[in-house]
């Protein structure tokens, strides 16, 4: 089956420590995105990469950090200077036009 | 600079009424457009898109859109809302190289 497959579904954070949400992707696109969803703020662009060994910052960047040195993955990193990272983040890919969402990662801070 | 904006935080329709939700873009060029629709704890469903030519698209469950360059809008209607379209409104935008954005959203609640 080809797809998005993102991991954890549920993911928590202690304060000062980064966590990396995975994104897999085995539909052969170029350009992958990273979203976070909070109520009422829609879905923000955090950073997307159009090809591999390439990534552009969204709107909401700063407090993460990304790596594209496979097609197929897209991993997120939430740092510890993101001081709000309690949302629901989805994973995405792109061909024609045509965006295919993962099922998301709820991310908490303990 | 690029970016979205649904104007409307919610909107509340009696069923049957007609519907039109609101979506603006800042771009120098006419960019790719979109409509989600995203029911309670589910994804994110394609109603219709719009790349070029004809202006009025039609979409998925009775839905249309109109493209107005001159406003910068992509306009989302129904003739007549049913209870089961209640669920989130999403208007994105694909600009160049790449970059697709999101509005913050509209809630529709349709009361009976």
């Known amino acids: 089956d080809g797809g998005i497959t993102q991991s954890p579904k549920y993911l928590f954070r202690k304060e000062g420590q980064n966590v990396t949400l995975s994104c897999e992707q085995n539909?052969?696109?170029?350009?992958m995105y990273w979203y976070r969803q909070d109520p009422g703020q829609g879905l923000r662009l955090i950073y997307y990469?159009?090809?591999?060994?390439?990534?552009q910052k969204g709107d909401i960047a700063e407090g993460y950090s990304v790596s594209r040195e496979k097609k197929e993955s897209f991993p997120l990193t939430v740092t510890s200077a993101q001081k709000n990272p309690t949302a629901f983040y989805l994973c995405?890919?792109?061909?024609?036009?045509?965006?295919?969402f993962g099922s998301g990662t709820q991310l908490s801070v303990l | 600079a690029q970016s979205v904006t649904q104007p409307d935080i919610h909107i509340t329709v009696s069923e049957g009424a007609s519907l039109e939700l609101r979506c603006n873009y800042s771009y120098g060029a006419t960019p790719y457009l979109f409509w989600y629709v995203q029911s309670p704890g589910q994804g994110l469903q394609l109603l219709l898109k719009y790349f070029s030519g004809d202006t009025l698209v039609q979409g998925i469950k009775g839905f249309e859109a109109e493209f107005k360059r001159s406003q910068s809008s992509f306009n989302l209607r129904k003739p007549s809302v049913h209870w089961s379209d209640a669920a989130e409104y999403f208007c994105a935008v694909a600009f160049a190289d790449n970059d697709m954005r999101f509005g913050a959203g509209t809630r529709l609640t349709v009361k009976p």
């Open positions: 995405a890919s792109k061909r024609n036009e045509k965006l295919f």
């Open positions: 539909l052969n696109h170029d350009a």
């Open positions: 990469s159009q090809i591999v060994n390439d990534f």
